[in-house]
């Protein structure tokens, strides 16, 4: 079974460009999330998504991030215009079970996002 | 609201020893409790999950957990530290009434010298 596909695993930008990171969940799952990991921290929730529909964007910056999830398959992740604090590393996961499911997340490898 | 506390930043142990990562949780009603652990450059994978009944809970790659509702803590454990076990390890928790979101604890860096 293939996992979650993150990419580009590594990217990097001047301040003010624009940046979007793709991800692919598990075939059949259903919840998608993007996460947000600083260095020495753990990951926080941005948006979770149940098939195209957010759910909980409540952590989402909506002012510079965007995200969309058309068909309620893969994910896109947007910034813009990138910020100098939005280095960090950008995580997907997914899980097959409803919201009220205390599934376990399955994430991918991430997206390495350095501002310059 | 729920909060998760890792105290401890970095665990050293030497191979064949037991290791132990600590977790202790708040939250207003009955918690499901989470271990994943990160290797790096990599994402997060999961170790094990509580989510009712016995208190002790085994997992992946040898690990095990209790859960202790008077202590509030979630510690992980193993009896026998491998070089391979080092790695970043999370501890997380989700409330059970309603969709809460998972709620990530700082990790704690464990470092197993042969």
């Known amino acids: 079974e293939a996992g979650v596909v993150q990419s580009p695993r590594y990217k990097i930008i001047e301040k003010k460009q624009p940046v979007a990171f793709w991800c692919n969940p598990i075939s059949g799952h259903n919840t998608l999330y993007w996460y947000l990991q600083n260095l020495g921290q753990g990951p926080e929730l941005l948006i979770r998504?149940?098939?195209?529909?957010?759910?909980?964007d409540s952590q989402l910056p909506k002012d510079r991030f965007s995200a969309e999830r058309l068909k309620g398959v893969d994910s896109t992740l947007k910034i813009q215009p990138a910020e100098l604090g939005d280095s960090a590393v950008y995580l997907c996961?997914?899980?097959?079970?409803?919201?009220?499911?205390?599934?376990?997340?399955?994430f991918g490898e991430g997206s390495r996002l350095t501002v310059l | 609201a729920q909060s998760v506390a890792q105290p401890e930043d970095q665990v050293n142990v030497a191979e064949g020893n037991p290791l132990t990562v600590k977790c202790t949780y708040s939250v207003s009603g009955n918690p499901y409790l989470f271990w994943y652990v990160q290797y790096p450059n990599r994402g997060l994978q999961f170790l094990l999950k509580y989510i009712t009944g016995d208190n002790l809970v085994k997992g992946s790659y040898g690990f095990e957990a209790e859960f202790n509702k008077s202590q509030t803590s979630f510690h992980l454990k193993k009896p026998s530290a491998l070089v391979s076990d080092s790695a970043l390890y999370f501890c997380?928790?989700?409330?059970?009434?309603?969709?809460?979101?998972?709620?990530f604890g700082a990790g704690t860096q464990v470092v197993v010298t042969p």
């Open positions: 997380a928790v989700r409330e059970t009434n309603g969709w809460g979101k998972l709620q």
């Open positions: 998504y149940e098939n195209e529909e957010a759910v909980d």
């Open positions: 996961a997914s899980s097959h079970l409803a919201g009220g499911e205390p599934g376990e997340l399955f």
